[in-house]
């Protein structure tokens, strides 16, 4: 039976875990290494259940007083765990015992970027699990600000990226039922923001527009005093992102994103400009029209339903003069 590269190097992980002329700390390196190589691009969810049983070798083979590549282990096991896609709440939360427990050690002893990458990890699992219910979102919220004290913009900018970015989903995630709400909606504005400083159209097409639909989205629902200059910046920012969305090279990004700019022109006055005679509502149903028909080609049927109900509402609107309700904001 011929043996993949992933199976061939757990198999060679296994035999170093039994060399005896390596020390107990070396085998345990080995294995750490070895476990490492099977998270980069997995074919499978078998790759990165592989790699959680060598560093669970790993960890029995570190001797007692290695408490730091204990802990390098521990943190390593944890973004393969975070990483299962078909782990379910349970991988999560072996995923988050991991993080909390290389932790302290990383803190004191490791460099800090190690205890920071930690804290980021630690957070996008505490946001996944508060997702599902299991955890407290505003727990992954201060893990990325004790990320932030290390991951600076100037020194670590994909770190940085990724931090804002995951917080700022945080904090819009968090109902709005009290005045801090609207502090949290400024904040995630404020990320996102953080965000486009290191991301940008030229270098990271993709990444780009994907923070700009999402500023977008920020903006338009944010509960500010300030409704028409954010629905403008919301607008614009839709604008941004479909310099690279596009009906024929991503149509399923490109209808949500038109889909969300239909709904800030829904919101609007009727006549955005009058001496063009840019018409809102005119333009949104153009624009929700076009999105239903990608949803309907690409089979997101419940989408296309979706769009296909506030078609209605818009067509209504219009008959009866152009009195606005509102979308549902996509991703």
Not at 39 to 46: A, C, F, R
Not at 172 to 177: G, K, Q, R
Not at 249 to 276: C, M
């Amino acid at each position: 039976m011929v043996q993949t590269v992933a199976e061939a190097q757990f198999a060679a992980a296994l035999r170093a875990a039994e060399d005896p002329a390596a020390s107990p700390e070396e085998r345990a390196e080995m294995l750490m290494e070895i476990a490492m190589s099977l998270q980069v691009k997995p074919k499978s969810s078998d790759q990165l259940r592989d790699a959680v049983t060598l560093y669970r070798r790993a960890l029995t083979e570190a001797p007692a007083p290695a408490a730091l590549l204990q802990a390098r282990i521990r943190a390593r096991m944890g973004t393969a765990l975070q990483a299962i896609p078909d782990g379910g709440t349970e991988a999560l939360r072996q995923a988050c015992e991991c993080h909390e427990a290389a932790l302290p050690l990383l803190r004191e002893h490791g460099r800090p970027e190690e205890a920071a990458e930690a804290e980021l990890n630690l957070g996008l699992v505490t946001q996944s699990l508060a997702g599902l219910g299991s955890a407290r979102i505003q727990d992954a919220i201060q893990c990325y600000h004790r990320a932030l004290r290390v991951f600076k913009r100037e020194s670590h900018p994909q770190e940085f990226a990724i931090v804002h970015n995951n917080l700022a989903i945080a904090y819009l995630s968090i109902p709005a039922t009290d005045e801090r709400g609207k502090m949290r909606e400024a904040l995630a504005v404020q990320s996102f923001e953080e965000v486009l400083k290191v991301v940008n159209l030229i270098d990271h097409p993709s990444e780009y527009a994907m923070i700009q639909n999402n500023l977008g989205n920020a903006l338009q629902y944010a509960a500010s005093g300030h409704v028409m200059e954010n629905n403008l910046r919301a607008l614009s920012a839709y604008d941004e992102a479909l310099k690279v969305r596009s009906a024929r090279d991503t149509p399923v990004e490109y209808a949500n994103t038109i889909a969300n700019k239909a709904n800030v022109l829904r919101s609007l006055p009727p006549v955005i400009d009058a001496k063009q005679g840019r018409d809102a509502l005119a333009e949104a149903l153009a624009l929700y029209r076009e999105a239903k028909l990608l949803f309907e080609q690409n089979a997101l049927h419940d989408r296309a339903e979706l769009i296909a109900a506030v078609i209605a509402e818009v067509e209504a609107e219009i008959e009866r003069g152009g009195v606005h309700g509102g979308g549902k904001v996509l991703h």
